[in-house]
């Protein structure tokens, strides 16, 4: 995703835990072509981490006097039975899950009003885990957390959807709800055998898990003026799992 977006100009600000960005991101940083007029910048922060979430938001926003867009995607997995799900850890999942979501996007929608920023767009995501119980896959709190993803993204659509008297304001807020997808988190809920992909690529109408590059699109799309009348929707690229 934001890949696509520095490929259509945009100044990209890649947001996560760890002191170094991985090598995903550092290659897309050399191959990015300067005739684009995007870039890549890395930030090491916590989501979990309110103040320092958002004083680099704040910061990222005063370089050039405006902040167009969001995709949160931030979020970490648990697999294990409700019955013994620690009270910690469910609390935890949540402080990245839900609330680190909730608070990039109050943020970033303050920054958009702060300059005045006309038609600022977000894209948060849940998962099709928000909508079903995935077949053999013991995730109870995951779930729910994108659950509450896809209900948080109506409320801030509602609210903060209408133009002001200034002109800023009509700030578009939609979830992406993917399917199953190889990504780092998914390879190590495969190898630990909480997973089957097997069950998983038979409960797909295509026969297989996505990639993570086939959702590069769909972000610029839900930040682009291309879904300028698309808000408060929750958007499920699944592989046909949820149409059953």
């Given at each position: 995703?934001?890949?696509?977006?520095?490929?259509?100009?945009?100044?990209?600000?890649?947001?996560?835990?760890?002191?170094?960005?991985?090598?995903?991101?550092?290659?897309?940083?050399?191959?990015?072509?300067?005739?684009?007029?995007g870039?890549?910048?890395?930030?090491?922060?916590?989501?979990?981490?309110?103040?320092k979430?958002?004083?680099v938001?704040?910061?990222i926003?005063?370089?050039?006097?405006?902040?167009d867009?969001?995709i949160?995607?931030?979020?970490?997995?648990?697999?294990?039975?409700?019955l013994?799900?620690?009270?910690?850890?469910?609390?935890?999942?949540?402080?990245?899950?839900?609330?680190?979501?909730?608070?990039?996007?109050?943020?970033?929608a303050?920054?958009?009003?702060?300059?005045?920023?006309?038609?600022?767009?977000?894209?948060?995501?849940?998962?099709?885990?928000?909508?079903?119980?995935?077949?053999?896959?013991i995730?109870?709190?995951?779930?729910s957390?994108?659950?509450?993803?896809?209900q948080?993204t109506?409320?801030?659509?509602?609210?903060?959807?209408r133009?002001r008297?200034?002109?800023?304001?009509?700030?578009?807020?939609?979830?992406l709800?993917?399917?199953?997808?190889?990504?780092?988190m998914?390879?190590?809920?495969?190898?630990?055998?909480?997973?089957?992909?097997?069950?998983?690529?038979?409960?797909?109408?295509?026969?297989?898990?996505?990639?993570?590059?086939?959702?590069?699109?769909?972000?610029?799309?839900?930040?682009?003026?291309?879904?300028?009348?698309?808000?408060?929707?929750?958007?499920?690229?699944?592989?046909?799992c949820?149409?059953?």
């Amino acid at each position: 995703m934001a890949e696509g977006l520095v490929e259509a100009g945009g100044m990209v600000h890649c947001i996560d835990i760890h002191s170094e960005p991985d090598a995903d991101f550092t290659q897309l940083k050399e191959r990015i072509d300067p005739k684009s007029g995007g870039g890549l910048e890395y930030h090491e922060v916590d989501v979990a981490d309110t103040g320092k979430l958002e004083r680099v938001i704040e910061n990222i926003a005063a370089q050039r006097k405006r902040l167009d867009g969001l995709i949160a995607a931030a979020g970490i997995q648990r697999c294990e039975s409700a019955l013994d799900y620690p009270a910690d850890k469910v609390a935890e999942m949540l402080a990245v899950n839900y609330t680190g979501v909730f608070v990039s996007a109050r943020a970033c929608a303050r920054e958009m009003y702060r300059y005045k920023i006309q038609g600022g767009a977000m894209c948060l995501i849940a998962s099709m885990s928000g909508s079903i119980a995935n077949k053999g896959f013991i995730s109870p709190v995951y779930n729910s957390s994108k659950a509450a993803v896809v209900q948080l993204t109506r409320n801030l659509a509602m609210e903060w959807g209408r133009k002001r008297e200034d002109g800023s304001g009509g700030i578009r807020v939609n979830s992406l709800s993917p399917g199953h997808i190889l990504t780092p988190m998914v390879r190590k809920n495969l190898e630990k055998g909480e997973a089957d992909r097997t069950t998983w690529e038979e409960n797909s109408m295509l026969g297989r898990i996505s990639k993570p590059e086939e959702y590069k699109a769909v972000g610029l799309f839900m930040l682009s003026k291309g879904s300028s009348f698309m808000t408060g929707s929750n958007l499920i690229i699944d592989g046909g799992c949820t149409a059953w």
